[in-house]
């Protein structure tokens, strides 16, 4: 008779990091050397669609992947837009998005374009789209990054080219679901981004509206050395963190304390930070979260995204959980706004967050043996605290009471709450996403609507 095992792992037809396979000839070509059995059939597959994966946040949905079964849905906004245009998406969690007047057409998951595989796949599935959808763009939007994969795909496609800033392109994207015409304070937190001025974005507040942003504010920046390592192990935003906020002997000796790393691997961040090699300025929310993740022993590397800043949030949870009265213990939010937010101001002029003196007390904190379930709270209110303080020194500035959320990092339902909260009680309209990623799968539909506004501009006249 036949046998069976016990256990059946069955999954989507494609390597980790490639697009799904289309034929045979892909699968048997990909897959024969991982799978025991690949199932087979004689329709043709004519549209890659990877699996929707969703979050639920206040029994509404809140998404993490907008594929299968919503894409390619339009979002619909009531601008006065006319044209057509094309957002290619980022390098990272790639969609691109199609756009006619008032329709937005975000594509299904895609992929990182790091895989050749995935890029080609990209190219492929645009053209397939727009025939579908009887779309020519006008005009092609992307990333600013100038070294981005995406980027190069736009710029080969022959249409006039709009590279649309990272973060801008992320509160663009939360207005345009919220069909909020702007101008609005746009709350942009993630990794990493390119910025105008040649340092790396990541933690920011934006005066935003389709027809452009201006920089408020951000976290106190920190030097990043390490390059693409740096996302990966957090131990180094950590020290890096610790020489700047401690100097070279004390970084040396508290890194060792907090078993962040040996004493010349501790030594060669400091060394390459004061010497600018592989190293660049960063207002980055994501590595900061990967720093404390570090510092509190709950993750020193990641061995899948995301890994340092879920270990984080769930100690923060489960410590919030235990807690009898869980307000009791947040870092700094007794300070007043002028502490958290507009404490010193950038050579630009835009405020920042005192995010640096909310890591110090972090790291004081845990030498002194606090628990690191109640630091992770403490991080996670201090820091929701200061991104309120920051939306009331933009209101201050701007006249503007609505606050859209963006970013990869507001995937923390912790922080989107502890933000929402106390952005309400201080009369805030508050804005976030629904059914369009947070993350960079949420790009595209910034840069489109960034796209359709922009069109006139380019002096391209739209057909009657």
Known sequence: ????????????????????????????????????LILTHDRRIRVRADDTVMDFIDDAPYMVRRSRGYAPLPVMVSADFHGAALAIGGDLKNTF?????????????????????????LRETVERMATLLEITPQIVACDLHPRYQSRKIAAAMGRPLLPVQHHYAHVLSCLAE???????????????????????WGGEFLLAEARGFRRLGSITPFPLAGGDRAAEEGWRPAANLLHQLFGAAAASRIGQ??????????????????????????TSAGRLFDAVS??????????????????????????????ASPGAFPAGTAESPEALANRNRAA????????????????????????????????????????????????AETGL?????????????????????????????????????PNDGGLAL??????????????IRCPE
């Not at 304390?257 to 960063?282: K, P, Y």
């Not at 606050?403 to 804005?431: D, I, M, T, Y």
């Open 97 to 121: 998005c199609l756009a006619r007047d008032g329709l937005f057409y975000p594509s299904a998951y895609v992929g990182d374009l790091g895989d050749a595989r995935t890029a080609a796949a």
């Open 178 to 200: 919220n069909d909020f015409p702007g101008p609005a304070i746009g709350v942009a937190f993630d990794g990493t981004g390119y910025g105008p001025d040649g340092t790396v």
């Open 294 to 323: 570090a510092v509190l022993g709950l993750c020193r590397a990641v061995t899948f995204e995301g890994e340092a800043a879920i270990r984080l949030e769930t100690a923060a949870r489960e410590a919030e959980g235990k807690a």
């Open 401 to 437: 009471s609505t606050a859209a959320l963006s970013g990869g990092v507001f995937q923390n339902g912790l922080l989107l709450r502890l933000v929402e909260e106390g952005l309400q009680a201080k009369g805030f309209r508050v804005l976030r996403h629904h059914l369009i990623p």
């Open 257 to 282: 304390s907090l078993n962040l790393a040996g004493e010349r691997e501790i030594a060669a961040q400091g060394w390459m930070a004061a010497r600018g090699v592989n190293c660049v300025a960063t």
């Open 348 to 395: 630009d002029g835009r405020f920042l967050l005192s995010t640096d003196a909310l890591f110090r007390a972090v790291v004081e904190r845990r030498l002194r043996g606090e628990d690191a379930g109640t630091l992770a709270f403490a991080f996670h209110a201090g820091l929701a605290a200061r991104i309120v303080a920051g939306c009331e020194t933009a209101r």
């Open 446 to 459: 910034g840069q489109a609507v960034a796209a359709m506004a922009s069109l006139p501009a380019y002096g």
């Open 1 to 36: 008779g036949l046998t069976v095992p016990d256990c059946l792992v069955m999954t989507s037809g494609n390597p980790s990091g490639a697009p799904i396979c289309r034929t045979d000839g892909e699968a048997r070509q990909a897959l024969a050397g991982i799978a025991d």
